[in-house]
């Protein structure tokens, strides 16, 4: 079992940046790769980026490319999703997941645990 526990959302104004925390508990957690998805109001969870167990592969959707980067520190259980520039469309609730499998993958459907979530709202 794996608990994760996300932090380091709030309201910013458009330009501005954010950084969010995922600390994990539980199992080993330089057993799995993380992800981190989102999903905005009435839309459907999108993948926001991804990182593999020892954190030398990632893969980030185009729509946060190079404003987004994920990093992760195994030696504190925690992933993180750096956001610069955001934009009002960026406003979701973010979500980290885990899956054992070491795939950087972009499907919600290859994560086995999931967070709560933490909301990140961008004003214009």
């Known amino acids: 079992q794996v608990q994760l526990v996300e932090s380091g959302g709030g309201l910013v104004q458009a330009g501005g940046s954010l950084r969010l925390s995922c600390a994990a508990s539980g199992r080993t957690f330089s057993s799995y790769a993380m992800g981190w998805f989102r999903q905005a109001p009435g839309k459907e969870r999108e993948f926001v980026a991804a990182?593999?167990?020892?954190?030398?592969?990632?893969r980030d959707a185009d729509s946060v490319k190079g404003r987004f980067t994920i990093s992760r520190d195994n030696a504190k259980n925690t992933v993180y999703l750096q956001m610069n520039s955001l934009k009002p469309e960026d406003t979701a609730v973010y979500y980290c997941a885990a899956n054992f499998g070491d795939l950087v993958s972009t499907d919600g459907n290859q994560y086995d645990y999931w967070g709560q979530g933490t909301q990140v709202t961008v004003s214009s």
């Open positions: 990182i593999s167990r020892g954190g030398l592969f990632t």
